[in-house]
């Protein structure tokens, strides 16, 4: 078959041929792949940077996809454990993490919006059970997974949410999508116009959903903290990725002074079976139109080309094999 192949963790991956792959458990089987997102987790798979890396090549990068069955079928899949990636013409599918879609489903859309949606679905649902009428603010909201994540703590019944970015353009956009105030994450290099900004939209909410980390997280803790009207009520921070960085300097007196607990969501401290099991309801609302994505099209036979694409934070290239 001919699939997106990884030779190097220094190059992006080249369309060339490889190794079909085979079922060999009883749950698996052997679909077309009609759809595959290039999303940042397959990005740091292809380069080895991932923290699940285990620096094996040549490999096939590729997590997710939407794949027809020989019976005319149409899933959503989560690639089994050390299976061949879903970037290629077909992929091993385990029935045990899939989801039968709708015939009218757009498997561009879902490709590309599931495993964004996916991070803060999860983080929501699995990691803190969010409870109706709290409120949430989203570190990161102007990329493809914090657009998402604005969308989907209002449908889970998030009274109000705040969405915190850098573009000032792209977060006014993000009222459209249920935000109830927006705050620009400033590059000033004392923090305290941003801290200012922070304490007085966010000063009262109940979780942070950070994909950022780095230098905006070191400004936002304090700013939140000092800013909560009763520093006893929980405040939950949920960390999802590290666009601006890999750590934090976060002093002790923090934990001390308020009730913030930090918490990860992800691979490892999520099991599997709990992600799963969050799939049916994700899909629904992305099949009917309730979380808004938009999805780039590019014909697998250019991977090359699309590794090296600029799209807008909101897009999301899918590799399609039409």
């Not at 105030?181 to 000063?203: F, I, K, M, Q, Y």
């Not at 979380?291 to 090359?304: I, K, Y």
């Amino acid at each position: 078959m001919y699939a997106a192949v990884v030779r190097s963790f220094d190059a992006p991956p080249r369309f060339e041929t490889f190794q079909t792959p085979s079922p060999q458990g009883e749950h698996e089987i052997l679909v077309d792949v009609v759809a595959a997102g290039l999303h940042p987790r397959v990005r740091s798979s292809a380069d080895g940077s991932h923290y699940t890396s285990d620096g094996a090549l040549p490999m096939v990068p590729g997590i997710d996809a939407v794949g027809r069955t020989g019976d005319g079928e149409l899933l959503y899949f989560v690639a089994p454990d050390g299976a061949v990636g879903t970037m290629a013409e077909k992929a091993v599918v385990d029935r045990r993490r899939a989801i039968t879609l709708p015939a009218d489903t757009d498997p561009l859309a879902v490709a590309a919006a599931m495993n964004p949606g996916m991070s803060s679905w999860v983080a929501l649902r699995s990691r803190l059970n969010l409870q109706p009428g709290v409120g949430v603010l989203v570190m990161g909201a102007t990329g493809n997974a914090g657009r998402l994540a604005v969308q989907i703590a209002k449908l889970l019944g998030a009274d109000r949410v705040v969405g915190a970015g850098r573009s000032h353009e792209r977060l006014q956009l993000l009222k459209d999508l249920g935000a109830d105030a927006v705050v620009p994450l400033n590059s000033d290099s004392d923090g305290d116009e941003t801290a200012t900004a922070l304490g007085r939209e966010a000063g009262d909410i109940d979780v942070v959903i950070d994909y950022l980390w780095g230098r905006p997280t070191e400004q936002a803790v304090p700013a939140l903290l000092k800013a909560r009207t009763d520093r006893s009520k929980a405040l939950h921070w949920v960390q999802i990725g590290s666009m601006a960085g890999q750590e934090i300097n976060l002093p002790s007196a923090f934990l001390r002074a308020g009730n913030l607990n930090l918490l990860g969501s992800g691979q490892g401290s999520v099991g599997t079976h709990a992600i799963l099991a969050e799939l049916p309801a994700l899909a629904h609302e992305i099949s009917t139109g309730a979380l808004t994505g938009e999805s780039v099209a590019v014909p697998l036979r250019q991977v090359d080309e699309a590794w090296g694409m600029h799209v807008s934070p909101s897009q999301r290239i899918v590799l399609t094999n039409d």
